[in-house]
Protein backbone atom coordinates (compact mmCIF):
# COMPACT_ATOMS: atom_id res chain seq x y z
CA UNK A 1 0.00 0.00 0.00
CA UNK A 2 1.34 3.59 -1.17
CA UNK A 3 0.74 5.70 2.22
CA UNK A 4 0.04 9.22 0.59
CA UNK A 5 1.29 12.43 1.80
CA UNK A 6 0.83 15.79 0.91
CA UNK A 7 4.79 17.06 0.84
CA UNK A 8 5.77 20.49 -0.40
CA UNK A 9 8.00 20.15 -3.21
CA UNK A 10 10.76 22.45 -4.34
CA UNK A 11 12.17 23.49 -7.62
CA UNK A 12 15.72 25.04 -7.47
CA UNK A 13 18.60 25.92 -9.08
CA UNK A 14 21.38 27.70 -7.45
CA UNK A 15 23.97 29.72 -9.68
CA UNK A 16 27.36 30.39 -7.65
CA UNK A 17 30.43 32.31 -8.85
CA UNK A 18 33.76 31.43 -8.29
CA UNK A 19 35.10 34.26 -6.41
CA UNK A 20 31.48 35.57 -5.34
CA UNK A 21 30.42 34.82 -2.04
CA UNK A 22 27.04 34.89 -3.11
CA UNK A 23 25.03 31.83 -4.01
CA UNK A 24 21.25 32.24 -5.49
CA UNK A 25 18.04 30.17 -4.56
CA UNK A 26 14.81 29.88 -6.74
CA UNK A 27 12.84 27.79 -4.84
CA UNK A 28 8.41 27.03 -5.58
CA UNK A 29 6.71 26.13 -3.10
CA UNK A 30 4.26 23.57 -4.24
CA UNK A 31 2.11 20.36 -2.84
CA UNK A 32 3.08 17.34 -3.96
CA UNK A 33 1.86 13.60 -3.24
CA UNK A 34 4.79 11.88 -2.05
CA UNK A 35 5.15 7.77 -1.17
CA UNK A 36 7.06 7.27 1.96
CA UNK A 37 6.98 3.56 1.40
CA UNK A 38 7.82 3.54 -2.25
CA UNK A 39 8.15 6.08 -5.72
CA UNK A 40 11.06 8.87 -4.58
CA UNK A 41 10.15 12.35 -5.20
CA UNK A 42 12.12 15.66 -4.47
CA UNK A 43 12.07 15.32 -1.04
CA UNK A 44 13.31 16.47 1.33
CA UNK A 45 14.54 19.84 0.18
CA UNK A 46 17.93 20.80 -2.04
CA UNK A 47 20.75 21.01 0.31
CA UNK A 48 22.25 24.74 1.28
CA UNK A 49 26.10 23.98 1.10
CA UNK A 50 27.98 26.97 1.54
CA UNK A 51 31.18 28.54 2.92
CA UNK A 52 31.44 30.87 6.16
CA UNK A 53 30.40 34.50 5.42
CA UNK A 54 28.52 33.39 2.17
CA UNK A 55 25.69 35.53 1.13
CA UNK A 56 22.61 33.32 0.69
CA UNK A 57 19.37 34.47 -1.32
CA UNK A 58 16.73 32.14 -1.56
CA UNK A 59 13.48 33.32 -3.46
CA UNK A 60 10.73 31.50 -2.35
CA UNK A 61 7.27 31.29 -4.48
CA UNK A 62 4.47 30.27 -2.33
CA UNK A 63 2.57 28.22 -4.90
CA UNK A 64 0.43 26.95 -1.84
CA UNK A 65 -2.98 28.21 -0.89
CA UNK A 66 -2.03 28.96 2.49
CA UNK A 67 0.40 31.67 3.97
CA UNK A 68 4.18 30.12 4.29
CA UNK A 69 7.45 31.23 5.43
CA UNK A 70 11.22 29.22 5.97
CA UNK A 71 12.75 29.16 9.22
CA UNK A 72 16.67 28.54 9.30
CA UNK A 73 16.79 26.50 11.98
CA UNK A 74 20.36 27.58 13.53
CA UNK A 75 21.68 30.37 10.88
CA UNK A 76 22.04 33.38 13.41
CA UNK A 77 20.81 35.91 10.80
CA UNK A 78 23.17 38.54 12.60
CA UNK A 79 22.08 42.20 12.90
CA UNK A 80 19.17 40.51 10.93
CA UNK A 81 16.23 39.10 12.96
CA UNK A 82 13.67 40.34 9.86
CA UNK A 83 15.14 37.43 7.77
CA UNK A 84 14.60 34.74 10.51
CA UNK A 85 11.33 33.41 8.98
CA UNK A 86 9.04 33.55 11.64
CA UNK A 87 5.81 34.95 12.08
CA UNK A 88 6.91 37.13 15.01
CA UNK A 89 9.66 38.87 12.96
CA UNK A 90 8.80 38.32 9.23
CA UNK A 91 5.58 38.87 7.26
CA UNK A 92 3.70 35.65 6.24
CA UNK A 93 3.88 35.11 1.70
CA UNK A 94 0.57 35.30 0.52
CA UNK A 95 -0.10 32.56 -1.84
CA UNK A 96 0.64 33.13 -4.83
CA UNK A 97 3.94 35.64 -4.29
CA UNK A 98 7.39 35.21 -3.38
CA UNK A 99 10.23 36.92 -0.82
CA UNK A 100 13.45 36.49 -1.34
CA UNK A 101 15.13 36.09 1.98
CA UNK A 102 18.92 37.57 2.40
CA UNK A 103 21.15 35.26 4.56
CA UNK A 104 24.77 35.98 5.62
CA UNK A 105 26.70 33.08 7.37
CA UNK A 106 28.28 35.39 8.90
CA UNK A 107 30.95 33.56 11.38
CA UNK A 108 29.16 30.69 11.24
CA UNK A 109 30.05 26.73 10.15
CA UNK A 110 28.73 23.84 11.20
CA UNK A 111 25.27 21.41 10.63
CA UNK A 112 22.15 23.14 10.72
CA UNK A 113 18.63 22.85 8.55
CA UNK A 114 15.56 24.93 7.38
CA UNK A 115 12.06 24.17 7.80
CA UNK A 116 7.91 25.79 7.25
CA UNK A 117 7.27 27.69 10.26
CA UNK A 118 3.87 28.43 9.68
CA UNK A 119 0.73 26.61 10.61
CA UNK A 120 1.68 23.15 10.89
CA UNK A 121 3.45 22.80 7.82
CA UNK A 122 6.73 21.27 9.02
CA UNK A 123 4.64 17.53 9.09
CA UNK A 124 4.52 18.00 5.61
CA UNK A 125 7.94 17.91 4.96
CA UNK A 126 9.76 20.90 2.96
CA UNK A 127 12.64 21.08 5.09
CA UNK A 128 16.20 20.86 4.11
CA UNK A 129 20.02 20.66 4.95
CA UNK A 130 22.64 23.73 5.52
CA UNK A 131 25.95 22.68 5.45
CA UNK A 132 28.46 25.52 6.73
CA UNK A 133 31.84 24.77 5.34
CA UNK A 134 34.99 26.32 7.13
CA UNK A 135 36.71 29.20 4.91
CA UNK A 136 39.73 27.45 2.95
CA UNK A 137 42.43 29.05 4.99
CA UNK A 138 40.64 27.79 8.39
CA UNK A 139 42.12 24.56 10.14
CA UNK A 140 40.03 21.57 10.41
CA UNK A 141 40.47 19.17 13.08
CA UNK A 142 39.51 16.14 10.66
CA UNK A 143 40.72 15.36 6.79
CA UNK A 144 38.68 16.34 4.38
CA UNK A 145 36.26 13.41 4.21
CA UNK A 146 35.15 11.81 0.61
CA UNK A 147 31.64 12.68 0.78
CA UNK A 148 29.62 14.78 3.32
CA UNK A 149 26.12 13.00 3.52
CA UNK A 150 22.66 15.06 4.89
CA UNK A 151 20.16 12.44 6.80
CA UNK A 152 17.45 13.67 8.14
CA UNK A 153 15.30 12.15 10.40
CA UNK A 154 11.81 12.82 12.52
CA UNK A 155 9.10 11.12 13.20
CA UNK A 156 6.21 10.93 11.45
CA UNK A 157 2.36 11.22 10.77
CA UNK A 158 0.01 10.07 7.72
CA UNK A 159 -2.55 12.38 8.62
CA UNK A 160 -1.66 15.57 6.58
CA UNK A 161 -0.61 18.92 7.66
CA UNK A 162 -4.18 20.38 8.01
CA UNK A 163 -5.97 17.62 9.92
CA UNK A 164 -3.45 17.07 12.67
CA UNK A 165 -3.56 21.23 13.07
CA UNK A 166 -7.13 20.88 13.46
CA UNK A 167 -6.68 17.99 16.09
CA UNK A 168 -4.47 21.32 18.06
CA UNK A 169 -7.17 23.85 17.16
CA UNK A 170 -9.90 21.61 18.49
CA UNK A 171 -8.09 21.49 21.42
CA UNK A 172 -6.58 17.87 21.51
CA UNK A 173 -3.03 16.62 22.12
CA UNK A 174 -1.99 14.42 18.98
CA UNK A 175 -1.94 11.11 18.32
CA UNK A 176 1.71 9.12 19.04
CA UNK A 177 3.57 9.13 15.25
CA UNK A 178 2.62 6.41 12.54
CA UNK A 179 6.35 6.02 11.74
CA UNK A 180 10.46 7.45 11.14
CA UNK A 181 11.52 9.06 8.01
CA UNK A 182 14.99 8.99 6.68
CA UNK A 183 15.56 11.72 4.43
CA UNK A 184 11.36 11.91 3.70
CA UNK A 185 11.73 8.14 2.85
CA UNK A 186 9.64 5.33 4.83
CA UNK A 187 11.83 2.00 5.93
CA UNK A 188 14.29 0.17 3.99
CA UNK A 189 14.68 2.72 0.83
CA UNK A 190 17.15 5.40 1.46
CA UNK A 191 20.76 3.89 1.62
CA UNK A 192 23.89 5.79 1.49
CA UNK A 193 26.81 3.79 -0.60
CA UNK A 194 30.55 4.14 0.75
CA UNK A 195 34.24 2.67 -0.17
CA UNK A 196 36.02 0.72 1.68
CA UNK A 197 38.98 2.31 3.59
CA UNK A 198 37.56 5.89 3.03
CA UNK A 199 35.68 8.03 5.76
CA UNK A 200 32.69 9.99 5.42
CA UNK A 201 30.93 12.79 6.94
CA UNK A 202 26.98 12.47 8.25
CA UNK A 203 25.54 15.83 8.97
CA UNK A 204 22.42 14.10 10.76
CA UNK A 205 19.41 15.82 11.77
CA UNK A 206 16.15 15.51 13.84
CA UNK A 207 13.65 17.09 11.31
CA UNK A 208 10.42 15.47 14.00
CA UNK A 209 8.02 16.90 15.89
CA UNK A 210 7.95 14.85 18.64
CA UNK A 211 10.29 12.68 19.66
CA UNK A 212 13.83 12.24 20.68
CA UNK A 213 15.63 9.79 18.67
CA UNK A 214 18.50 7.49 18.30
CA UNK A 215 20.96 6.77 15.49
CA UNK A 216 23.50 3.51 14.81
CA UNK A 217 25.05 1.94 12.09
CA UNK A 218 25.33 -1.83 11.85
CA UNK A 219 29.09 -2.84 12.62
CA UNK A 220 30.16 1.22 12.78
CA UNK A 221 31.52 3.69 15.28
CA UNK A 222 30.64 7.09 14.51
CA UNK A 223 33.03 9.55 15.51
CA UNK A 224 31.08 13.14 16.69
CA UNK A 225 32.99 15.63 15.26
CA UNK A 226 30.60 18.91 15.12
CA UNK A 227 27.66 19.97 16.43
CA UNK A 228 25.74 22.67 15.30
CA UNK A 229 28.73 25.31 15.08
CA UNK A 230 31.38 23.23 17.49
CA UNK A 231 33.84 21.14 16.47
CA UNK A 232 34.29 18.63 19.29
CA UNK A 233 36.35 16.31 20.96
CA UNK A 234 36.24 13.58 18.65
CA UNK A 235 34.99 10.47 20.32
CA UNK A 236 33.61 7.46 18.97
CA UNK A 237 30.14 6.35 19.91
CA UNK A 238 27.64 3.18 18.49
CA UNK A 239 24.57 4.86 19.19
CA UNK A 240 23.70 8.78 19.62
CA UNK A 241 20.85 10.15 20.51
CA UNK A 242 19.81 12.73 18.40
CA UNK A 243 16.81 14.87 19.81
CA UNK A 244 14.09 17.46 18.61
CA UNK A 245 15.88 20.37 16.15
CA UNK A 246 19.28 19.08 16.99
CA UNK A 247 22.46 18.35 14.37
CA UNK A 248 25.43 16.81 14.56
CA UNK A 249 28.15 15.40 12.49
CA UNK A 250 29.93 11.93 12.43
CA UNK A 251 32.53 10.74 10.42
CA UNK A 252 32.27 6.93 9.37
CA UNK A 253 34.93 4.60 7.78
CA UNK A 254 34.31 1.79 5.43
CA UNK A 255 36.65 -0.05 7.96
CA UNK A 256 34.39 -3.72 7.71
CA UNK A 257 33.83 -6.33 4.83
CA UNK A 258 32.20 -5.02 1.89
CA UNK A 259 28.34 -5.93 2.21
CA UNK A 260 25.27 -3.86 3.50
CA UNK A 261 24.84 -2.79 7.18
CA UNK A 262 22.04 -1.49 8.53
CA UNK A 263 21.13 2.14 9.82
CA UNK A 264 18.57 1.79 12.47
CA UNK A 265 16.74 4.76 13.97
CA UNK A 266 14.21 4.50 16.68
CA UNK A 267 12.39 6.51 19.29
CA UNK A 268 13.61 7.41 22.61
CA UNK A 269 11.63 7.40 25.83
CA UNK A 270 8.35 6.08 24.21
CA UNK A 271 6.48 3.03 24.59
CA UNK A 272 5.87 1.54 21.87
CA UNK A 273 9.80 2.36 20.61
CA UNK A 274 9.36 2.80 16.62
CA UNK A 275 11.82 1.94 14.34
CA UNK A 276 12.96 2.58 11.24
CA UNK A 277 15.57 1.27 8.86
CA UNK A 278 18.32 2.04 5.70
CA UNK A 279 21.33 0.66 4.83
CA UNK A 280 25.34 1.69 4.22
CA UNK A 281 26.29 0.08 1.39
CA UNK A 282 29.83 -0.55 0.30
CA UNK A 283 30.63 0.10 -3.37
CA UNK A 284 31.42 -3.34 -4.01
CA UNK A 285 29.00 -5.06 -1.81
CA UNK A 286 27.29 -7.89 -3.25
CA UNK A 287 25.56 -9.36 0.37
CA UNK A 288 23.00 -7.96 1.59
CA UNK A 289 22.08 -6.52 5.23
CA UNK A 290 21.63 -9.47 7.61
CA UNK A 291 21.92 -10.03 11.33
CA UNK A 292 19.73 -8.94 14.29
CA UNK A 293 19.40 -5.05 14.12
CA UNK A 294 21.64 -3.54 16.61
CA UNK A 295 19.92 -2.52 19.63
CA UNK A 296 19.69 0.98 20.96
CA UNK A 297 20.14 2.43 24.49
CA UNK A 298 17.79 0.07 27.31
CA UNK A 299 18.44 2.43 29.98
CA UNK A 300 16.28 5.75 29.93
CA UNK A 301 17.62 9.53 30.85
CA UNK A 302 20.96 8.27 32.63
CA UNK A 303 22.58 6.90 29.45
CA UNK A 304 21.17 9.73 27.17
CA UNK A 305 22.19 12.80 30.07
CA UNK A 306 25.77 11.06 30.10
CA UNK A 307 26.32 11.03 26.08
CA UNK A 308 25.17 14.57 25.92
CA UNK A 309 27.66 15.53 29.34
CA UNK A 310 30.61 13.14 27.46
CA UNK A 311 30.01 15.69 24.01
CA UNK A 312 32.34 18.56 25.10
CA UNK A 313 34.00 21.37 22.59
CA UNK A 314 37.92 20.95 21.30
CA UNK A 315 39.17 23.86 22.81
CA UNK A 316 42.33 23.78 20.72
CA UNK A 317 40.22 23.50 17.44
CA UNK A 318 39.41 26.50 14.93
CA UNK A 319 35.97 27.09 15.03
CA UNK A 320 34.70 29.81 12.35
CA UNK A 321 37.75 31.80 13.03
CA UNK A 322 41.56 30.57 13.15
CA UNK A 323 41.78 31.21 16.28
CA UNK A 324 40.78 28.14 18.86
CA UNK A 325 37.41 27.82 20.40
CA UNK A 326 38.85 27.77 23.48
CA UNK A 327 39.72 31.72 23.75
CA UNK A 328 36.38 32.64 24.63
CA UNK A 329 36.17 31.66 28.31
CA UNK A 330 32.39 31.71 28.98
CA UNK A 331 32.36 30.67 32.47
CA UNK A 332 34.34 33.63 33.72
CA UNK A 333 32.26 36.44 32.19
CA UNK A 334 30.23 37.55 35.10
CA UNK A 335 26.37 37.24 34.46
CA UNK A 336 23.83 40.05 34.55
CA UNK A 337 20.73 38.34 34.65
CA UNK A 338 19.14 34.42 35.85
CA UNK A 339 16.19 33.73 33.67
CA UNK A 340 14.36 30.48 34.58
CA UNK A 341 11.94 29.40 32.21
CA UNK A 342 9.45 26.67 33.37
CA UNK A 343 7.33 24.24 31.57
CA UNK A 344 3.91 24.07 31.98
CA UNK A 345 0.46 22.05 30.58
CA UNK A 346 -3.30 22.22 31.11
CA UNK A 347 -6.41 23.66 29.66
CA UNK A 348 -7.60 27.08 28.90
CA UNK A 349 -10.99 27.62 28.22
CA UNK A 350 -11.65 23.94 27.69
CA UNK A 351 -8.40 23.57 24.96
CA UNK A 352 -4.55 21.50 25.28
CA UNK A 353 -2.41 24.96 25.70
CA UNK A 354 0.81 24.90 26.51
CA UNK A 355 3.46 27.73 28.71
CA UNK A 356 6.02 29.06 29.47
CA UNK A 357 6.34 30.98 33.15
CA UNK A 358 2.81 30.15 32.59
CA UNK A 359 2.56 32.28 29.61
CA UNK A 360 0.89 30.58 26.54
CA UNK A 361 1.99 32.38 23.52
CA UNK A 362 -0.54 33.83 21.15
CA UNK A 363 0.64 35.50 17.65
CA UNK A 364 0.23 39.10 17.28
CA UNK A 365 -1.94 40.67 14.25
CA UNK A 366 1.43 42.19 12.68
CA UNK A 367 4.90 40.69 13.21
CA UNK A 368 6.35 42.08 16.68
CA UNK A 369 9.67 43.32 15.00
CA UNK A 370 7.99 44.73 11.93
CA UNK A 371 5.49 46.76 14.90
CA UNK A 372 9.12 47.11 16.52
CA UNK A 373 10.54 48.86 13.42
CA UNK A 374 7.72 50.93 12.16
CA UNK A 375 7.04 51.83 16.32
CA UNK A 376 3.15 50.61 16.11
CA UNK A 377 2.14 50.46 19.51
CA UNK A 378 -0.81 47.71 21.32
CA UNK A 379 0.88 45.13 19.35
CA UNK A 380 2.79 43.53 22.17
CA UNK A 381 4.42 44.54 25.57
CA UNK A 382 7.57 44.08 26.72
CA UNK A 383 7.54 42.08 29.93
CA UNK A 384 4.52 40.12 29.42
CA UNK A 385 6.33 37.23 30.60
CA UNK A 386 7.99 37.18 33.83
CA UNK A 387 11.89 36.23 34.06
CA UNK A 388 11.01 33.44 36.85
CA UNK A 389 7.75 31.30 37.12
CA UNK A 390 5.11 32.86 38.87
CA UNK A 391 3.25 29.65 39.91
CA UNK A 392 0.03 30.86 38.91
CA UNK A 393 -2.07 29.33 35.78
CA UNK A 394 -1.73 29.35 32.31
CA UNK A 395 -3.02 32.51 30.72
CA UNK A 396 -3.01 33.75 27.01
CA UNK A 397 -0.83 36.89 25.71
CA UNK A 398 1.67 37.68 23.02
CA UNK A 399 4.66 37.17 24.98
CA UNK A 400 7.87 39.34 24.92
CA UNK A 401 10.93 39.30 27.54
CA UNK A 402 12.96 42.23 27.49
CA UNK A 403 17.01 41.55 27.52
CA UNK A 404 19.51 44.07 27.11
CA UNK A 405 22.23 43.55 23.97
CA UNK A 406 25.92 43.03 24.96
CA UNK A 407 24.92 41.56 28.69
CA UNK A 408 25.84 37.63 29.34
CA UNK A 409 22.69 35.50 30.98
CA UNK A 410 21.97 32.36 32.45
CA UNK A 411 18.66 30.50 31.52
CA UNK A 412 17.61 27.75 33.40
CA UNK A 413 15.02 25.65 31.54
CA UNK A 414 13.00 23.62 34.05
CA UNK A 415 11.34 20.92 32.48
CA UNK A 416 12.71 22.05 25.29
CA UNK A 417 13.91 25.06 23.81
CA UNK A 418 15.32 26.46 21.04
CA UNK A 419 17.00 29.54 21.23
CA UNK A 420 19.33 31.11 19.03
CA UNK A 421 23.12 30.81 20.20
CA UNK A 422 23.72 29.39 23.49
CA UNK A 423 26.68 27.58 25.88
CA UNK A 424 25.43 24.25 27.49
CA UNK A 425 26.19 24.62 31.06
CA UNK A 426 25.01 21.34 32.47
CA UNK A 427 21.98 18.96 32.08
CA UNK A 428 20.66 17.66 35.15
CA UNK A 429 17.48 15.50 36.25
CA UNK A 430 16.97 17.47 39.98
CA UNK A 431 15.34 20.53 40.94
CA UNK A 432 17.64 23.31 40.07
CA UNK A 433 19.09 25.19 42.98
CA UNK A 434 21.42 27.98 42.98
CA UNK A 435 23.58 25.53 44.26
CA UNK A 436 23.02 23.40 40.91
CA UNK A 437 26.29 25.96 39.46
CA UNK A 438 28.29 24.03 41.47
CA UNK A 439 28.05 21.31 38.85
CA UNK A 440 28.24 23.51 35.90
CA UNK A 441 31.36 23.00 33.21
CA UNK A 442 32.47 26.07 32.41
CA UNK A 443 35.09 25.13 30.77
CA UNK A 444 34.29 22.74 27.49
CA UNK A 445 30.40 22.73 27.21
CA UNK A 446 29.30 22.85 23.56
CA UNK A 447 27.80 25.55 21.93
CA UNK A 448 24.38 25.20 19.83
CA UNK A 449 21.18 26.15 19.10
CA UNK A 450 19.33 24.01 21.07
CA UNK A 451 19.11 22.40 24.52
CA UNK A 452 17.35 19.36 25.21
CA UNK A 453 15.83 19.20 28.96
CA UNK A 454 14.69 15.66 30.20
CA UNK A 455 11.43 14.53 32.46
CA UNK A 456 11.27 16.43 35.64
CA UNK A 457 14.82 17.77 35.04
CA UNK A 458 16.60 21.33 34.76
CA UNK A 459 19.31 22.42 31.90
CA UNK A 460 21.01 25.27 32.02
CA UNK A 461 22.79 27.59 29.52
CA UNK A 462 24.63 30.96 28.96
CA UNK A 463 23.91 33.01 26.59
CA UNK A 464 26.21 36.11 24.88
CA UNK A 465 23.55 38.62 23.73
CA UNK A 466 25.24 40.26 21.10
CA UNK A 467 22.73 39.78 18.34
CA UNK A 468 20.49 42.80 18.70
CA UNK A 469 16.63 41.97 17.35
CA UNK A 470 13.66 39.75 18.03
CA UNK A 471 14.62 36.03 18.18
CA UNK A 472 11.80 33.32 19.03
CA UNK A 473 12.43 31.54 21.63
CA UNK A 474 10.16 27.76 21.60
CA UNK A 475 9.73 24.02 22.31
CA UNK A 476 10.90 22.09 19.63
CA UNK A 477 7.91 19.69 20.36
CA UNK A 478 5.86 21.10 17.34
CA UNK A 479 2.78 20.35 18.93
CA UNK A 480 3.78 22.11 21.59
CA UNK A 481 5.10 25.63 20.17
CA UNK A 482 1.85 25.44 17.83
CA UNK A 483 -0.20 25.52 21.15
CA UNK A 484 2.22 28.26 22.96
CA UNK A 485 4.98 27.16 24.52
CA UNK A 486 7.40 30.02 22.98
CA UNK A 487 7.86 33.64 23.35
CA UNK A 488 10.11 36.22 21.53
CA UNK A 489 13.61 37.51 23.24
CA UNK A 490 13.70 41.63 22.50
CA UNK A 491 17.85 41.72 22.44
CA UNK A 492 17.39 45.19 22.58
CA UNK A 493 19.91 48.59 22.28
CA UNK A 494 19.37 51.95 21.96
CA UNK A 495 21.67 52.90 18.65
CA UNK A 496 20.55 52.61 15.96
CA UNK A 497 24.02 52.16 14.29
CA UNK A 498 23.97 49.34 11.29
CA UNK A 499 26.67 47.89 13.39
CA UNK A 500 24.29 46.88 15.56
CA UNK A 501 21.04 46.15 13.59
CA UNK A 502 19.80 46.50 9.85
CA UNK A 503 16.56 48.42 9.06
CA UNK A 504 14.11 46.08 7.51
CA UNK A 505 14.46 45.22 4.32
CA UNK A 506 13.99 47.04 1.31
CA UNK A 507 11.76 43.75 -0.11
CA UNK A 508 10.24 43.17 2.95
CA UNK A 509 6.35 42.13 2.95
CA UNK A 510 4.48 44.47 5.24
CA UNK A 511 1.42 43.19 6.78
CA UNK A 512 -1.05 43.40 9.44
CA UNK A 513 -1.42 47.11 10.79
CA UNK A 514 2.03 47.72 9.08
CA UNK A 515 0.12 47.32 5.49
CA UNK A 516 0.44 50.33 3.45
CA UNK A 517 4.22 51.64 5.60
CA UNK A 518 7.38 52.02 3.28
CA UNK A 519 10.58 50.20 4.23
CA UNK A 520 11.93 53.15 3.27
CA UNK A 521 13.00 56.10 3.21
CA UNK A 522 14.70 56.62 7.12
C1 LIG B 1 5.50 26.69 -9.45
O1 LIG B 1 5.02 25.40 -9.75
C2 LIG B 1 3.65 25.40 -10.14
C3 LIG B 1 3.21 23.95 -10.28
O2 LIG B 1 4.10 23.25 -11.05
C4 LIG B 1 3.49 26.19 -11.45
O3 LIG B 1 2.14 26.23 -11.83
C5 LIG B 1 3.99 27.63 -11.21
O4 LIG B 1 3.96 28.35 -12.44
C6 LIG B 1 5.41 27.60 -10.66
N1 LIG B 1 5.78 28.96 -10.31
C7 LIG B 1 6.99 29.46 -10.55
C8 LIG B 1 7.23 30.84 -10.12
O5 LIG B 1 7.88 28.81 -11.11
C1 LIG C 1 10.00 38.28 -6.20
O1 LIG C 1 10.79 37.78 -7.27
C2 LIG C 1 11.27 38.78 -8.16
C3 LIG C 1 12.05 38.08 -9.25
O2 LIG C 1 11.25 37.13 -9.86
C4 LIG C 1 12.17 39.74 -7.40
O3 LIG C 1 12.59 40.78 -8.27
C5 LIG C 1 11.40 40.33 -6.24
O4 LIG C 1 12.27 41.13 -5.47
C6 LIG C 1 10.84 39.23 -5.37
N1 LIG C 1 10.01 39.82 -4.33
C7 LIG C 1 10.38 39.93 -3.06
C8 LIG C 1 9.39 40.56 -2.16
O5 LIG C 1 11.45 39.55 -2.62
C1 LIG D 1 41.32 18.89 18.85
O1 LIG D 1 41.73 19.75 17.80
C2 LIG D 1 43.12 19.69 17.56
C3 LIG D 1 43.47 20.84 16.62
O2 LIG D 1 42.89 20.68 15.35
C4 LIG D 1 43.44 18.31 17.01
O3 LIG D 1 44.85 18.21 16.72
C5 LIG D 1 43.06 17.28 18.05
O4 LIG D 1 43.26 15.97 17.53
C6 LIG D 1 41.61 17.44 18.46
N1 LIG D 1 41.38 16.57 19.62
C7 LIG D 1 40.34 15.73 19.70
C8 LIG D 1 40.29 14.86 20.89
O5 LIG D 1 39.45 15.67 18.86
C1 LIG E 1 -6.06 16.17 4.56
O1 LIG E 1 -6.77 15.10 5.17
C2 LIG E 1 -8.17 15.38 5.32
C3 LIG E 1 -8.81 14.29 6.15
O2 LIG E 1 -8.03 13.16 6.26
C4 LIG E 1 -8.81 15.49 3.94
O3 LIG E 1 -10.18 15.77 4.06
C5 LIG E 1 -8.13 16.65 3.20
O4 LIG E 1 -8.60 16.75 1.86
C6 LIG E 1 -6.61 16.46 3.17
N1 LIG E 1 -6.00 17.68 2.67
C7 LIG E 1 -5.12 17.69 1.68
C8 LIG E 1 -4.57 19.02 1.28
O5 LIG E 1 -4.80 16.65 1.09
C1 LIG F 1 13.26 -3.86 6.07
O1 LIG F 1 14.25 -4.85 5.82
C2 LIG F 1 14.41 -5.77 6.94
C3 LIG F 1 15.53 -6.71 6.60
O2 LIG F 1 15.51 -7.09 5.26
C4 LIG F 1 13.13 -6.54 7.19
O3 LIG F 1 13.30 -7.37 8.32
C5 LIG F 1 12.02 -5.54 7.47
O4 LIG F 1 10.78 -6.25 7.60
C6 LIG F 1 11.90 -4.53 6.32
N1 LIG F 1 10.93 -3.54 6.73
C7 LIG F 1 9.89 -3.24 5.94
C8 LIG F 1 8.88 -2.30 6.52
O5 LIG F 1 9.75 -3.69 4.80
New binding site residues.
Partial sequence: MALKQIALLFACFAIVAAENPYRFFNWNITYGTIYPLGVPQQFPGPDIYSVTNDNIIVNVFNSLDEPFLIHWNGVQNRRNSYEDGVYGTTCPIPPGKNFTYILQMKDQIGSFFYFPSLAFHKSAGGFGSIKILSRPLI?V?FDPPTDDFSLLIGDWYKSNHTALKKILDNGKKLPFPDGILINGRGPNVTSFTIQQGKTYRLRICNVGLQNSLNFRIQGHKMKVVEVEGT?T??ISYSSLDIHLGQCMSVLVTGDQPPQDYYVVVSTRFTTPVLTTTGFLRYANSNKKASGPLPGGPTTQIDWSLNQARSIRT?L??SGPRPNPQGSYHYGMIPTVRTIRLASSAGQVNGKQRYAINSVSFVPADTPLKVADFFQISGVFRVGSISYTPSGGGIFLDTSVMGVDYRTFIEIVFENSEDIKEYRGAEYDTRQWTEASRNQYNLRDAVSRSTVQVYPKSWSAIYIALDNVGMWNLRSEYWARQYLGQQFYLRVYTTSTSLRDEYPIPKNALLCGRAKGRHTRPF
Avoid: F, K, L
Fill in positions: PPHMQNTA
